[in-house]
């Protein structure tokens, strides 16, 4: 038995035996007609059967899968920064989080079509409750971030996690991602939380934990999509914060934001790949003593990156033009664009509860508030 067997993804030869498992279950029937139109159940089914490693499931099927998702719901894909990053290293991508399955799928699509080494990808454990997801999760290697647990066994679990996204990327030169914060940001306002840096820094067997953090070679992502398929969805949740109450989730919500996730549309999607953060931890080393200090400082880091390089599109100036009632930014977008949004505006949310009316749009403008607030501070 492994110390990491409670959380992480399925080895290689355990592969073939878990898609036999889940082969004939109802949704992967649905996913494989989905992907493989021109092809019978009898084709992918022995296909599948022949597949041996993850990596070979995620060449042969997954990849399709998200080509074909892309095709259906959206205007395509689009990246930048890639080119910068050395084909055969592992990285810690440290990104925003808009959505359950995309923004992993999507990174990893782009990481493939660039030679580049694909991640292991955090996966919370509350998404994956059912036994088929759970199993579709780790054969297409997501390992598990336990939720909901009581303090200690929190920091158990944090130290466990820490020590396996070392072991992936230091060991087994496997490059992993992971959101910057717990949860999709519901409101556009994309922050990384210094809990997940602390728990990185969990496993840090070196003096200086600036120096262990250079070892894990952290890139800032940034995604982004043109509209968000979970919009609507995502409002009783900001109502209630806005209404100082405890929102609770009713039992299949996170599956219906996951499903509307993947076939709603999205138009553009934009992935950036920041720079890997390297000399800034000399400079938070030098300028600060403490850790708490110097993991404030890092958040900053990767929080000015993942701002900065996020690509702004129409419906984001928009937003901004109709929450302020202006027309600052009337030369970003048309007016059928804009059309289009109030259109999308008016059939997804109650338009006479003016609460539900800003943080929509709220959530497609703060982007643009978020990027003008660090041009005005450089």
Known sequence: MSKFDEIRHYHDHEVNEVLKQISKHPMVKALMGFTFPNKSENDWMEALKEVKSIQQFQHDFVYHSIQKILEKSSSGLSSSGFEKLNKNTSYLYVSNHRDIIMDTSL?????????????????GDNLVQKSFLLALAKVNRNF???????????????????????????????????????????????????????????????????DYFKNLKIVPVSISYEYDPTDAMKMPQIIAKAKNEDYIKNKNEDFANLYSGIIGQKRGIHIHLGDVINTELDDIKANFDKANKQIQALTSVIDHSIVTNYHLWPTNYIAYDMMYKTDKFADKYTQQERSLFERRLELRVDKSNPIVVESFLAMYANPVVNKLKLTEHE
């Open 144 to 210: 598990l971030v336990k939720r909901g647990l009581p303090p200690r066994e929190l920091l158990e679990s944090s130290k466990l996690m820490s020590e396996y996204i070392r072991h992936l990327i230091i060991d087994e030169n496997r490059s992993v991602w992971i959101a910057q914060r717990e949860g999709r940001t519901k409101d556009g306002n994309d922050a990384t939380h210094q809990g997940v840096l602390k728990m990185l820094g969990m496993a840090s067997d070196q003096e200086e934990l600036m």
């Open 107 to 123: 990174l990893n699509v782009l990481l493939k079509d660039h030679g580049m080494i694909m991640t292991a990808s955090a996966v």
